[in-house]
């Protein structure tokens, strides 16, 4: 696999991404949601470089792939209360755009006194969306690409650093599964 950030990469984009955030809130409480399963490692991450009083929950999206693409499901129930509170959005990649969309959507729904949005990844020329989040750590070119905690059927969350699957690693069958984002 061809290695696209190495460690030391992402680990000075996740810096960067820390720091624009602590300027942005200074010391506002913040209360930060995760989309599971992807965000894992860079909530992690980056949540040890924020200085304000915070707040962690998460959502978990999953949606069925192959022919049934594009019906989500988000699961809310260790999301937090966010009504009236300032809210940053955490995901590890925009690729489409339709998940954070719709996130954004259900969330602003809720009423939070404000709603931001961070990711480590976004690809280059594949949204299919007018926004983009307010906080990107790196721009990708459209390739698929695994590790710090993206996955291909579930696999590779755990290589520290991100790397480009080959088309022929990625199998082209078209068989309904429901897979956690
Ligand atoms: P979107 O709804 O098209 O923006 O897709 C967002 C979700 O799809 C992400 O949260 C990831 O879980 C997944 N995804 C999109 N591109 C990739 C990739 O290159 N590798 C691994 N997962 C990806
Ligand atoms: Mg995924």
Do not use: H
């Amino acid at each position: 696999m061809k290695i696209l950030l190495d460690e030391n990469q992402l680990n000075a984009g996740v810096n960067q991404l820390a720091l624009e955030i602590n300027k942005t809130y200074r010391d506002r409480p913040l209360t930060i949601i995760g989309v599971l399963t992807g965000s894992v490692v860079l909530l992690a991450d980056v949540i040890r470089k924020l200085e304000m009083p915070l707040r962690v929950g998460v959502v978990q999206t999953s949606s069925y792939e192959g022919s049934q693409r594009g019906a989500l499901t988000i699961n809310t129930q260790m999301m937090l209360d966010i009504s009236d509170r300032d809210v940053l959005l955490i995901d590890d990649i925009f690729d489409t755009g339709n998940t954070m969309s719709e996130v954004v959507e259900l969330m602003n729904a809720l009423g939070p006194a404000s709603l931001k949005s961070a990711v480590l990844l976004c690809k280059t020329g594949r949204q299919k969306v007018d926004w983009r989040p307010d906080f990107i750590a790196f721009d990708i070119p459209d390739e698929f690409v695994v590790g710090y905690g993206l996955d291909y059927n579930d696999e590779y969350r755990n290589l520290p650093y991100l790397a480009c699957l080959e088309p022929s690693e990625i199998s082209s069958t078209s068989e309904i599964t429901e897979s956690s984002k």
